[in-house]
């Protein structure tokens, strides 16, 4: 029994759309973060470096 007889084509393009989708959300997290962090981290480098 291959991989085809066990597993449909709807199963695996709707596994691949939700990865594709949560790899997408993760680096908008990540890119987000990384602008907040820019645009706020001199307000508390004072605090860090202090």
Do not use: C, N
Request: charge should be negative; avoid cysteine; hydrophobic fraction near 55%.
């Amino acid at each position: 029994m291959g991989f085809k007889e066990r597993f449909p084509r709807w199963a695996t393009a709707i596994l691949g759309i939700v990865q594709l989708v949560l790899t997408a959300a993760i680096i908008g997290l990540e890119l987000g973060s990384d602008y907040i962090d820019l645009a706020h981290g001199t307000i508390w480098i004072g605090l860090w470096a202090g």
